[in-house]
């Protein structure tokens, strides 16, 4: 077992993942810098379920898991902090480093100008920084990085997305044919999702250059709220975003149908997406530190994801189990309509996972949980308000409307 530090160990996959990785034995430190809780001020949105402080999280942790030893946590900003983030890392010298410290939602990042240029500086100067402190303290920490299953784009027409890296042959001159192995050509849909783009890139240098070990999980869309670890006690309860920016389309449909609200489908709802249970989150993430890659190998990329399902399919199992009306709002953002999605998960099969899939029963958790602290859900933040475009008239912007 050995030391891991969590960047952004306070959020939606952190949280349960640090706890995770305690429960089996590693020796824990979260840096965190507690954005997700201001943003969640900035924008008057709350999690569904009561969030505590990260010491009083700690301290219930340390209460019913006494012998896995307490996990610790330190406020830092890794984006804006590099000479913290660096003498942390040097007295910790982790084996391991879980990096979720990014602004992770797509919506907030298509709100404007202030919050597409924090998302940028945010996310990239946090990734950067972490490589460069890694190199600079001569560390082998291996590096776990969570990228997105957006960063390959949804203009799938059935090709099966691989894992990170597309081999092809190049025509060259006469009959030539070069075989190259390149990284699977990005097509971001959000500035959120061009943040994770780029960041593939530091990732491929900085394993060429200086020999990092870095493994980059392409995640799809997480549904559920806990795991195995948060279960064991209320403190210690995941949060549960629902508004329009931060809430992810299955469970913003499980906790409206709780509330009473009709589920909100974009457009037709025929875009296909990627899903992943939070519990099969930590279960990769486990797995992923397991599985190092060597110095010197290229970035391992695997894809963190379970199943694919159509948002519209999604909106009728939900109201097929509930009740529920469904609303196809116009969509705010600027994506294919209807979209097919095939995903390579081989690799994490074939490290044993075993996928938790919808049909598992685990959305009555979900739908519980959305109605046990449904008097905490504030109504004017579901509709989702972030618009992808300025609708332009005359060179000037003429205000938040769609275009396309
Ligand atoms: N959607 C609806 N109704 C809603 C909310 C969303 O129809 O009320 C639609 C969206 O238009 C979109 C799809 O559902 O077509 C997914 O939206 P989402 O908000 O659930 O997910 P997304 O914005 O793609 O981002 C989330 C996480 C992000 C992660 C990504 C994985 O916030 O951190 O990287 O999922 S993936 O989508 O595979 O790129």
């Keep these: 077992m050995g030391r891991i530090v969590v960047i952004g160990g306070d959020g939606f996959c952190g949280w349960p993942t640090s706890l995770h990785l305690s429960s089996l034995g590693h020796e824990v430190t979260i840096l965190d810098n507690l954005s997700r809780r201001r943003i969640a001020d900035e924008l008057g949105a709350q999690s569904l379920t009561p969030i505590v402080?990260?010491?009083?999280r700690l301290a219930a942790w340390a209460e019913v898991a006494?012998?896995?030893g307490a996990v610790g946590f330190i406020r830092l900003d890794v984006a804006a902090d590099y000479a913290g983030l660096r003498e942390t890392l040097a007295g910790i010298r982790p084996d391991a480093i879980i990096h979720f410290g990014e602004q992770r939602a797509a919506p907030y990042s298509m709100k404007g100008e202030a919050e597409k240029r924090y998302t940028v500086d945010n996310n990239i100067n946090a990734t950067h920084n972490l490589l460069t402190a890694l190199v600079a303290l001569g560390l082998d920490a291996h590096v776990v990085h969570l990228g997105t299953m957006?960063?390959?784009?949804?203009?799938g027409d059935g090709l099966e997305i691989p894992e990170g890296y597309l081999d092809?042959?190049?025509?060259g001159p006469g009959e030539q044919l070069f075989a190259r192995s390149i990284l699977y050509p990005t097509n971001p849909g959000s500035v959120y999702h061009l943040t994770k783009s780029l960041e593939q890139l530091m990732f491929q240098f900085y394993a060429k250059n200086d020999g990092l070990r870095i493994t980059d999980l392409h995640q799809g869309i997480v549904w559920g709220t806990q795991t195995e670890e948060t279960r064991l006690h209320a403190p210690l309860i995941n949060r549960f975003d629902y508004d329009g920016d931060y809430g992810t389309v299955l469970n913003r449909f499980l906790m409206q149908a709780a509330v009473g609200h009709p589920l909100t489908v974009h457009g037709t709802g025929g875009q296909t997406r990627a899903f992943i249970h939070i519990q099969d989150t930590v279960r990769c993430i486990a797995l992923a530190v397991a599985n190092p890659p060597g110095?010197?190998?290229?970035?391992?990329?695997r894809n963190q994801m379970t199943e694919t399902h159509r948002v519209r399919d999604l909106a009728r199992m939900v109201?097929?189990?509930?009740?529920?009306?469904i609303d196809f709002v116009d969509n705010p953002r600027l994506e294919a309509a209807e979209n097919d999605l095939r995903v390579s998960n081989r690799s994490f099969l074939d490290l044993g996972l075993n996928p938790i899939t919808l049909s598992g029963g685990l959305l009555d958790e979900t739908l519980e949980i959305s109605g046990r602290y449904a008097d905490r859900?504030?109504?004017s933040r579901i509709p989702a308000r972030s618009l992808w475009r300025q609708e332009v008239t005359g060179g000037e912007a003429s205000g938040l409307r769609m275009t396309a």
């Design 319 to 325: 109201a097929a189990v509930t009740g529920a009306t």
């Design 295 to 301: 110095r010197g190998e290229r970035v391992r990329v």
């Design 168 to 171: 092809v042959l190049v025509p």
């Design 53 to 56: 402080s990260p010491e009083e």
């Design 377 to 379: 859900c504030d109504m």
């Design 150 to 155: 957006g960063v390959y784009g949804y203009d």
């Design 66 to 68: 006494p012998e896995k």
